[in-house]
């Protein structure tokens, strides 16, 4: 299922392609923010630029899909999907997928998986 | 805060259902219709007494013009056609009553009508991706339907506060033996925990039964002044306190705490407005999409500390027959999910004292909650009171 990136998110998704984790970093107040969008919520500057991330955080919790839920992912069950709490971005979290069975507070790191010739998705391994 | 001018001056007075079932063969236009119906007959009213349609939907269902126009209702003074799934669920009625308060409308029917399971399935197949941003950033994954994002935030719960799937069990459980003595209820064949446990997973933590029924169906509510409401068919069941709120992403934006939902920033506001305290109420229906759900927000809502829902559960409080019956009617879980509203139906039902065999003895002050705001990130509530 192709993500369909908007008008705040493109950049993002650009830089996964370029196997790059960037988070979202007010110029203003310096308070990152995932998922991406023009303004800080804290100070509400419009003025941002992209940090890149460390790439490396913790497992908050997991889920392992046994139901398929859209066609596309019959062969994939039972599959797993970590959230992460970024190492330097403390109040930001991502989703990913993960093979095998990660633990709690598991320290991961991203790894960019080219799924086809235009799309790089963010997955999770054991750091 | 507290709402003085709002406190108790609007009721309910007409509750009306289709029946509830896998597969309605009609359109959403024709449940809603009917339910209208239903509850304006309740009321002892007519269409014609009507002025304000409101409902809500997430492009599933028959807009408050459409229903106007199939009942005759010529001249709506007053509609709502709110966006949203069941994180809106109350604050629809908490709208209708804020029209009704301020005189711009007299008499509002709010609704729900969902062919949640043979048109147009909350779980995926056959509907398209929700429009959120953040589907973005999860879908690719294959991480998108309702069980999954809320078997995360599960179990995010557990890890932290030692909650047991046994927890999750004890609260199917008892919400099925309320089913049991509901006749509208979908599911009502006892189970048992070991029932639960050997339930095929769906999304780990979750197994099936940790999830609401899809289901087809319609359910209406009639507003009007509780003065009015006195005069009416039915006793008359107040609105003492509507309070919707939220907004914030999960994801990131302070409250990246997983274990805790707007809820908690929308129940002192509720409790205040109405003018009493959780240990005041007397029954609760809590949005029960799935078992987690409900035990967060005993949680949120003040019932016992942060982290002990799960025991609080399993010690058999929520029973029928513990000090804060919950889902009497079996909720989401058991009864069917119409996406909130039957939850208000419910709360209605008990303080008029006409729940049948699973009313609560006495009941005078009920709380009914709505999506606690982990999918969308917004919540509402309502307290009701019986008028006597
Ligand atoms: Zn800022």
């Known amino acids: 299922m192709r993500p369909v990136p908007d008008r705040d998110s493109a950049a993002w998704w650009e830089a996964v392609r370029r196997h790059e984790l960037t988070v979202q970093v007010c110029d203003d107040c310096g308070t990152p923010r995932f998922p991406a969008r023009a303004v800080c919520h804290r100070c509400r500057s419009f003025a941002w630029s992209w940090r890149p991330a460390a790439g490396t955080g913790r497992v908050v919790s997991w889920v392992v899909t046994h139901q398929v839920f859209a066609p596309a992912f019959a062969g994939a069950v039972p599959y797993t999907v970590v959230l992460v709490r970024l190492d330097d971005a403390e109040d930001c979290l991502m989703h990913g997928g993960f093979t095998g069975t990660p633990s709690a507070d598991l320290p991961v790191r991203a790894r960019f998986d080219d799924v086809g010739d235009d799309l790089t998705l963010v997955n999770w391994v054991p750091a | ?36 119906l239903a509850a304006l007959e309740d009321a002892g009213l007519g269409p014609d007494d009507v002025d304000g349609l409101a409902t809500h939907r997430v492009g599933d269902s ?11 209702i010529r001249e709506p003074s007053w509609y ?44 995926g197949t056959g509907r398209a991706v929700p429009v959120s941003p953040e589907v973005q950033y999860q879908a690719p994954y294959g991480f998108f339907a309702p069980p999954q994002q809320y078997a995360m935030y599960a179990r995010a719960h557990m890890l932290k506060y030692g909650t047991k799937e046994e927890h999750f069990g004890r609260l199917a459980v008892t919400q099925r033996a309320n089913a049991v003595k509901n006749p509208r209820a979908l599911m009502r064949d006892p189970i048992t925990l070991d029932d639960y446990l050997s339930s095929r997973w769906i999304a780990e933590p979750f197994r099936l039964l940790d999830c609401c029924l899809e289901t087809d ?3 209406a509510l009639v507003v009007t002044t509780a003065e009015r409401a006195r ?60 078992t987690y759900s409900v035990i967060v927000q005993l949680e949120d809502y003040g019932f016992c500390g942060k982290g002990e829902g799960g025991p609080f559960v399993a010690d058999g409080h929520t029973s029928l027959d513990g000090d804060l019956p919950v889902n009497t009617h079996g909720g989401f879980l058991s009864e069917g999910y119409v996406h909130g509203i039957n939850h208000i139906a419910e709360a209605v039902s008990q303080l008029r004292g006409q729940a049948g065999d699973r009313q609560v003895p006495g009941a005078e002050v009920a709380l009914s909650t709505a999506q ?4 969308l990130p ?3 509530a309502l307290i009701l009171r019986a008028d006597r």
């Not at chain 2, 009306?16 to 449940?31: D, H, M």
């Not at chain 2, 908490?94 to 009704?100: E, N």
């Not at chain 2, 068919?233 to 705490?257: E, H, M, N, Y």
């Not at chain 2, 009493?276 to 029960?288: E, L, M, S």
Request: contains cysteine; charged residues 15%.
């Open chain 2, 62 to 72: 028959a807009a408050p013009w459409l229903v106007a126009s199939a009942l005759g």
């Open chain 2, 217 to 219: 169906g319609a359910c």
């Open chain 2, 231 to 290: 005069d009416l068919r039915q006793p008359a069941v107040t609105i003492s306190a509507a309070a919707w709120g939220g907004g914030d992403s999960f994801l990131s934006g302070g409250r990246a705490d997983v274990t805790v939902t707007a809820a908690a920033e929308l129940a002192p506001r509720l409790y205040a407005m109405a003018g009493v305290r959780p240990r005041d109420i007397d029954v609760a229906q809590i949005y029960d999409c799935f």
């Open chain 2, 80 to 123: 709502l056609d709110q966006f949203g799934g069941g994180s809106v669920s109350h604050s629809v009625v908490g709208q209708a009553a804020l029209a009704v308060a301020s005189g711009i409308a007299r008499t509002v029917v709010c609704y729900r009508a969902i062919n949640a399971r043979s048109e147009f399935r909350m779980g």
């Open chain 2, 372 to 375: 606690p705001g982990y999918i």
């Open chain 2, 378 to 380: 917004a919540t509402s």
């Open chain 2, 1 to 36: 805060m507290s709402a003085p001018g709002f406190r108790d001056r609007t009721a309910v007075a007409g509750v009306g259902y289709t029946p509830f079932s896998k597969n309605s063969g009609v359109s959403t236009l024709t449940l809603a219709a009917r339910a209208v």
